[in-house]
Antibody, heavy 121, light 108 residues
Framework: EVQLVESGGGLVQPGGSLRLSCVVS????????MSWVRQAPGKGLEWVSV??????????YYADSVKGRFTISRDNPKNTVYLQMNSLRVEDTAVYYC????????????WGQGTVVTVSS | IVLTQSPGTLSLSPGEGATLSCRAS???????LAWYQQKPGQAPRLLIY???SRAAGIPDRFSGSGSGTDFTLTISRLEPEDFAVYYC??????????FGPGTKVDIK
């Protein structure tokens, strides 16, 4: 069974750091394009970051809103994708979803249940 | 490129048809346009990719169409489980992804 399970969310003060994890079962993360998408309370979806497959060079890309503060990575033996979030801001408060990018390379065909990040003093 | 969705809210009754619009500020390749459904407390679900292809397991009452700057998601007959928020999404061809603001379909 294919599953994406996020964890690592919580309450953090502005300027703090968190690392989100997305443990995947049912497929190999290194073979796929993996992404993070977030949703602020009562708002729409915002793409955050993508990491390409090892075969495609493993490149990483970020939304302008998080560039320089967030880092996406993966641990192949653990079949896990991470999002390291530094210098957190109040506006980073959101549900963070891990998502698989489908074979067409442009849409998100598998999603986790999300993990909540709250940035507040 | 900015995606605009209209209307913001659509109030309909079960059995009625729904037409949701997604408009791009510049032309978008049809290959790179997708639609999602999201229910409260749940993750989004892929409905349509490539502007008009249904994802696996999606009922045929959902259909997508359009090209250039204007795309449409049509639900032919609303079932009770279809009342949700719908998002369009584009890929720019060079590693950036954008979602529209969403259309809420609620029960009249």
């Amino acid at each position: 069974e294919v599953q994406l399970v996020e964890s690592g969310g919580g309450l953090v003060q502005p300027g703090g750091s968190l690392r989100l994890s997305c443990v995947v079962s049912g497929f190999t993360v290194s073979n796929n394009y993996m992404s993070w998408v977030r949703q602020a309370p009562g708002k729409g979806l915002e793409w955050v970051s993508v990491i390409y497959s090892a075969h495609s060079g493993g490149s990483t890309y970020y939304a302008d809103s998080v560039k320089g503060r967030f880092t996406i990575s993966r641990d192949n033996p653990k079949n896990t994708v991470y999002l390291q979030m530094n210098s957190l801001r109040v506006e980073d408060t959101a549900v963070y979803y891990c998502a698989n990018i489908g074979p067409r390379g442009m849409d998100f065909d598998l999603w986790g249940q999300g993990t909540v990040v709250t940035v507040s003093s | 490129i900015v995606l605009t969705q209209s209307p913001g809210t659509l109030s309909l009754s079960p059995g009625e048809g729904a037409t949701l619009s997604c408009r791009a500020s510049q032309s978008v390749s049809s290959t790179y346009l997708a639609w999602y459904q999201q229910k409260p407390g749940q993750a989004p679900r892929l409905l349509i990719y490539g502007a008009s292809s249904r994802a696996a397991g999606i009922p045929d009452r959902f259909s997508g169409s359009g090209s250039g700057t204007d795309f449409t998601l049509t639900i032919s007959r609303l079932e009770p489980e279809d009342f949700a928020v719908y998002y369009c999404q584009r890929y720019d061809g060079s590693s950036l992804f954008t979602f529209g603001p969403g259309t809420k379909v609620d029960i009249k």
